[in-house]
């Protein structure tokens, strides 16, 4: 047997037939719905396809069930519907050629433009009638697969955004009735990290990993982005988000030229500016360990300075000497400055991650430096942190 790569042994075939050399690329197969317990994530920078993956499993299983009855031992390993489930042991084997949409609650308004029962990415959409659904939480997951057990092939969309538990709901119900799961989602932050914990464990209780990217969307790049990248419009102006930016903005992928809301696109290292790391974890962070243990006051005069009068703030500072004052100056990095509420967003970081403020705390220093309650109200809602503020 040859142990010559694939490649090379491609390359001998067709000179062997008198052709020139080609590069033989991977055929794009359809979705394969005879295997079962397959928990796939689909990942990448948003606007990557993800979602439209998606789409194309959705037409595939449109195809599939048009097939004989012959098909349906390939799909479920059952010879009629009433033996799919068995609803006291939960164990089965649904027919995977029957999909269902799972959409998380916080993403319901992604898409207004789009029907109700609309499987939407950019560009278009799947209209899946009575099979979609929208879900908060693993234990809504759960319910919606035990009310709908003949349904083989879930897709289940942004899945990184659940609870931590909906790994092993779906790895239970994988192993046990032998489900497809096809999840959607981010893996990395708008920082470039691992997104949360649930993201962790979706990688490790994965059967198999699908990573997708797209063009650089820098008009200067054609380099494959795998980074998501958010900034902000002001006055025209693109304004990166700052690292302690809050970490979950609930929104549209429309874009926006509104300096309150972010705007995403995909970039690659080069051109996925990310201004403030050091900043927030030399000052931000020791100065929201001060304040845990009673001493207020000089994070008190950094957010002062930082809303009344920038250039006298650390984080001034600390950007003019990394980004300007430097053997490479980035001023495209200083821009993050002229968004608003900048003093706003170093509280969430502080309070809704790090936990290192206190809710009287929060309510002390909104109230003592005049902070912008509306914005505040937003955000930390988004964070599943709302504060009552008397």
Known sequence: ????????????????????????????????????????????????????????????????????????????????????????????????????????????????????????????????????????????????????????????????????RLAYVIKKE???????????????????????????????????????????EHPDCLQNGYNTYRYYSVNGVECPALYFDPLIIIGGDRKKDDPFEPNYCTRCDQHHFLPGKQYTFFTLKPLGIEASRGNMQPLVDELAAIQNGMERSELFNTFKTEYLDCANPSPERMNALRVPCIAERALIFLFAEQNLLSADQMRVLVKELHLNKEYLDKRLSDNKRPLVWS
């Not at 090379?8 to 394969?32: V, Y």
């Not at 033996?83 to 089965?92: C, E, N, R, Y």
């Not at 989602?185 to 797209?214: D, K, M």
Request: hydrophobic share 40%; proline share 5%; with cysteine.
């Open 1 to 164: 047997m040859h142990s010559e790569p694939v490649q090379e042994q491609i390359h001998a075939w067709f000179k062997n037939l008198g052709f020139p050399s080609l590069l033989m690329h991977e055929p794009k197969a359809h979705f394969d719905f005879t295997a079962d317990s397959r928990r796939i994530l689909v990942v990448g920078p948003m606007g990557s396809g993800k979602t439209e993956y998606a789409g194309h499993v959705w037409r595939d299983a449109q195809v599939a069930r048009t097939k004989s009855g012959a098909v349906q031992k390939l799909t479920s390993g059952a010879n009629s519907q009433k033996d799919l489930f068995d609803p006291v042991s939960g164990i089965g084997s649904a027919d995977r050629r029957y999909t269902f949409f799972a959409r998380y609650s916080l993403d319901k308004e992604r898409f207004p433009d789009y029907p109700d029962d609309a499987l939407a990415y950019r560009g278009g959409y799947q209209r899946c009638g009575e099979n979609i659904a929208t879900v908060g939480n693993s234990f809504a997951l759960e319910k919606l697969l035990q009310e709908n057990p003949h349904i083989g092939t879930w897709i289940i969309d942004e899945a990184a955004f659940y609870d931590e």
């Open 174 to 216: 994988s192993d046990r009735r032998g489900l497809v799961f096809v999840m959607p989602t981010l893996l990395l932050n708008f920082r470039g990290e691992i997104f949360n914990a649930t993201a962790r464990l979706l990688v490790e209780t994965a059967t198999e990993i699908y990573p997708f990217s797209a063009y650089c």
